[in-house]
């Protein structure tokens, strides 16, 4: 897999929005071995819906579209705030920046 992004802008948010992030393969045939998300800051810690801090809050989409790796999160946390990095084969990565502002946006 050949990432299509390798540098992303950072992406702003607010306490309870979702964010996707995004991580393909250039080759919309491509179905890579292995990938996994990371959150940088928290040693790393895997983005999944197997760790509590994340449960039932994220979605991935490589089981529909094999080279779609996008991570959905929602109800997000300040405490998400930080850089996440999808890593495919354990070779190739791409980071983005998430920023989590703590007061909802105000619709006038």
Same mark, same amino acid.
């Given at each position: 897999c050949t @990432?299509? $992004?390798?540098?992303q802008k950072p992406k702003t948010k607010y306490t309870g929005d979702s964010v996707l992030?995004?991580?393909?393969c250039?080759?919309? %045939?491509?179905k890579?071995?292995?990938? *996994?998300? /990371?959150?940088? $800051?928290s040693n790393e810690t895997e983005v999944s819906n197997k760790t509590p801090r994340y449960k039932d809050r994220v979605h991935t989409f490589h089981k529909t579209t094999p080279s779609n790796l996008s991570l959905f999160i929602s %109800?997000?946390?300040e $405490?998400?705030?930080? /850089?996440? *990095?999808c890593t495919i084969n354990n070779k190739t990565s791409t980071n /983005?920046? @998430?920023?989590?502002k703590g007061e909802t946006a105000v619709v006038k």
């Open positions: @990432l299509s $992004e390798t540098r992030l995004s991580c393909s250039k080759d919309p %045939n491509t890579p071995e292995d990938f *996994r998300w /990371t959150h940088v $800051e %109800n997000l946390t $405490e998400d705030q930080g /850089t996440y *990095r /983005t920046s @998430l920023i989590v």
